[in-house]
């Protein structure tokens, strides 16, 4: 079946510098690629999508690429700061409705004062 | 837009007791809602999904079942819990524009012992 693997599983940073997480997806039909942000305890919360038409999105610090032909996207925060620790999940739809919305594993990103 | 409610917050269950977690939507009407759970540390893993009123679809296999019975009503149920059941269980529905945006309730913290 569909599956996103998303690498690292785990990332320590020192503050001030940049964090890459990636991800592959397998199923061609996906289309919109969110990024979810969830702090210790709490619901995970999108932070950044990308739909299959645009290449790049920024806002701010976090930026998504997106290669369609390699399946491939990722998410970029540049000058990290103590408060961007949390697990980051990245996602791959068919676009509306949430329909095979799926989930890759998450990245537990550590930034070092 | 969209208002997730579940309850119980917390919850401590024997094993081989009965469960029962709840989901109210606000704001929209006739959602597609979905059952995710995070074991500790882990990602999310889709459980059910409902397109509407009495429609169930299943993703694993497990003890678990769900039901809708109103329109924005989502309730997660067991007859009898497993260790293996313990975690956070959020309850999501589409968000945006363009409904393709997974939005999670705050989620119940279940803990089997």
């Known amino acids: 079946g569909e599956n996103v693997e998303q690498h690292p599983s785990t990332l320590s940073v020192q503050e001030g510098d940049s964090a890459v997480i990636k991800c592959t997806y397998s199923?061609?039909?996906?289309?919109?690629f969110p990024w979810y942000k969830q702090e210790l305890g709490k619901r995970p919360q999108l932070i950044i999508d990308?739909?299959?038409?645009?290449g790049e999105k920024k806002d701010q610090r976090i930026a998504v690429t997106l290669n369609k032909t390699a399946k491939h996207f990722s998410l970029h925060i540049t000058e990290t700061q103590p408060e961007d620790s949390a697990v980051y999940f990245c996602a791959a739809s068919r676009g509306t409705g949430g329909f095979k919305t799926i989930f890759g594993a998450g990245t537990r990103l550590f930034v070092k004062a | 837009s969209q208002t997730i409610h579940q309850w119980p917050a917390t919850l401590v269950q024997p094993v081989g007791s009965p469960l029962s977690l709840e989901c109210t939507v606000e704001?929209?009407?006739?959602?597609?809602l979905y059952w995710y759970r995070q074991a500790a540390g882990r990602g999310l893993q889709l459980l059910f999904y409902?397109?509407?009123?009495?429609?169930i679809s299943s993703e694993v296999p497990q003890n678990l079942s769900a039901s809708r019975p109103q329109d924005r009503q989502f309730i997660l149920s067991s007859k009898k819990l497993l260790l293996s059941d313990s975690g956070f269980y959020l309850c999501?529905?589409?968000?945006?524009?363009?409904?393709?945006?997974?939005?999670f309730g705050p989620g119940t913290r279940l803990l089997v012992l």
């Open positions: 999501a529905c589409p968000r945006g524009a363009n409904q393709e945006t997974q939005y």
């Open positions: 409902s397109v509407g009123i009495g429609q």
């Open positions: 990308i739909r299959s038409n645009v």
């Open positions: 199923d061609s039909a996906s289309n919109y």
């Open positions: 704001g929209t009407s006739n959602p597609n």
